[in-house]
């Protein structure tokens, strides 16, 4: 079973940034893809952005483009970083991975999951 811990969450003004983190343990995570979710308050789990196991190729949702950016290291990581928040980008931010898989993104296309990490965009 993959392990996965997010780390880096807290409060951020509007306009303000925030570098998200998730470490992987349990299994080969260079074998995997990587993505991020989030859950807004009273809402549902949204796909926010994924890169492939090889790094290769990344996909994000259209309410992030040009302001989040995936990356991964050769090892056991995967980040997130948030430029230019919003108050509507506040949620809790789960880091999800699934063996080699390159698909739809939804919530249950991936396997493995963390615990989350609280984001909260306010002044």
């Known amino acids: 079973q993959m392990r996965l811990v997010e780390s880096g969450g807290g409060l951020v003004q509007p306009g303000g940034s925030l570098s998200l983190s998730c470490a992987a343990s349990?299994?080969?995570?260079?074998?995997?893809?990587a993505a991020w979710f989030r859950q807004p308050p009273g809402k549902e789990r949204d796909f926010v952005a994924a890169?492939?196991?090889?790094?290769?190729?990344t996909k994000y949702a259209d309410s992030v483009k040009g302001r989040f950016t995936i990356s991964r290291d050769n090892a056991n990581m995967v980040y997130l970083q948030m430029n230019i928040l919003k108050p509507g980008d506040t949620a809790i931010y789960y880091c999800?991975?699934?063996?080699?898989?390159?698909?739809?993104?939804?919530?249950?296309?991936?396997?493995?999951w963390g615990q989350g990490t609280q984001v909260t965009v306010s002044s």
């Open positions: 890169i492939s196991w090889s790094g290769d190729s």
């Open positions: 349990g299994r080969t995570f260079s074998a995997y893809t």
């Open positions: 999800a991975a699934e063996r080699a898989y390159w698909g739809n993104f939804g919530r249950a296309d991936f396997g493995s």
